[in-house]
Nanobody, 116 residues
Framework: VQLQASGGGLVQAGESLRLSCAASGKIATINTMGWFRQAPKKQREFVASIITGGTGGISNYADSVKGRFTISRDNAKNTVYLQMNSLRPEDTAVYYC????????WGQGTQVTVSS
């Protein structure tokens, strides 16, 4: 399984970005995919997750991003998205997509930098 993330960049506070993560390879019909982030000198932290496949699409968010970030999916493309609105400087981090299972499969990181 491979995860290809894209969409990071440099924006000003209050602006928006959308991250994408495409999964390829042998994956199950129903999965949990998500986004994590790691700021400099900090531990990697959970951002959001969603169940892909099926009809549910149940999502979860870290408290710090609730109301600003939205995770969504395109089952046909095995792709998840993270729409990030009202970005803040503290959202600056390397963002990683993940196929959450045992063991978790990580994509390469994509840098998000929010200037004040």
């Amino acid at each position: 399984v491979q995860l290809q993330a894209s969409g990071g960049g440099l924006v000003q506070a209050g602006e928006s970005l959308r991250l994408s993560c495409a999964a390829s390879g042998k994956i199950a019909t129903i999965n949990t995919m998500g986004w994590f982030r790691q700021a400099p000198k900090k531990q990697r932290e959970f951002v959001a997750s969603i169940i892909t496949g099926g009809t549910g699409g149940i999502s979860n968010y870290a408290d710090s991003v609730k109301g600003r970030f939205t995770i969504s999916r395109d089952n046909a493309k095995n792709t998840v998205y993270l729409q990030m609105n009202s970005l803040r400087p503290e959202d600056t981090a390397v963002y990683y997509c993940a196929l959450i299972r045992s063991p978790t499969v990580w994509g390469q990181g994509t840098q998000v930098t929010v200037s004040s």
